[in-house]
């Protein structure tokens, strides 16, 4: 069965760097393009960063971009979330979620999320 | 940047009831919206892609329609395992999700 089992979360200062990683089985990793999604305590879910099954093409929120980098290693099915000059509200827990649709999708058709891992929380503070 | 608008932002129903969530766009969308089910500290869980489209798994009690800008999702009749919180989401390679309607007793 499919799953993504997120790891790296923690607590750290503002200004500090965090690298999170997405472990994926049950599917075949290097088919299908992945996102990063997270959800600040209370609060709703806020679409982080998306990388290309292939990861040719990388896409980023403008909360996060030129701070966050999203990179694959498709040979350890892993996929990463590379998280510096944190702060304080980029506290969340933070999913990575795999885009639907039969595999090696170019278009909008399969850019929802048909599996997500169960997070891993992040939280900045001093 | 295309704005998601979610309506109620709480629901107060009851088991059996039909149960009616508005997602609204600022401008058109096409097809693509997904629909997904929040539990408390669980991920969310996808119910309804392309608008109407449900996904291998969820109850057909569940159901999703519209295009363009206005889009619902309805519950035929409330279970009690469908006590959450709904989002809608606008895929694309840039998604954005409405703030959430929260189904309560």
């Known amino acids: 069965q499919v799953q993504l089992v997120e790891s790296g979360g923690g607590v750290v200062q503002p200004g500090g760097s965090l690298r999170l990683f997405c472990a994926a089985s049950?599917?075949?990793?290097?088919?299908?393009?992945i996102h990063w999604v997270r959800q600040a305590p209370g609060k709703g879910l806020e679409w982080v960063a998306f990388?290309?099954?292939?990861?040719?093409?990388?896409y980023y929120a403008d909360s996060v971009k030129g701070r966050f980098t999203i990179s694959r290693d498709n040979s350890k099915n892993t996929l990463y979330l590379q998280m510096n000059s944190l702060r304080a509200e980029d506290t969340a827990v933070y999913y990575c979620?795999?885009?639907?649709?039969?595999?090696?999708?170019?278009?909008?058709?399969?850019?929802?999320?048909?599996?997500w891992g169960q997070g891993t929380l992040v939280t900045v503070s001093s | 940047d295309i704005q998601m608008t979610q309506s109620p932002p709480t629901l107060s129903a009851s088991a059996g009831d039909r149960v009616t969530i508005t997602c609204r766009a600022s401008?058109?969308?096409?097809?693509?919206l997904a629909w997904y089910q929040q539990k408390p500290g669980k991920a969310p869980k996808l119910l309804i892609y392309?608008?109407?489209s449900l996904e291998s798994g969820v109850p057909s009690r569940f159901s999703g329609s519209g295009s363009g800008t206005e889009f619902t999702l309805t519950i035929s009749s409330l279970q009690p395992d469908d006590f959450a919180t709904y989002y809608c989401?606008?895929?694309?390679?840039?998604?954005?999700f409405g703030q959430g309607t929260k189904v309560e007793i």
């Open positions: 401008q058109s969308i096409s097809s693509w």
């Open positions: 989401q606008h895929y694309n390679i840039f998604s954005t």
């Open positions: 049950g599917f075949t990793f290097s088919n299908y393009g």
């Open positions: 990388i290309r099954y292939d990861g040719s093409n990388k």
């Open positions: 392309k608008a109407s």
């Open positions: 979620a795999k885009e639907g649709g039969p595999g090696y999708c170019s278009s909008t058709s399969c850019r929802y999320f048909d599996y």
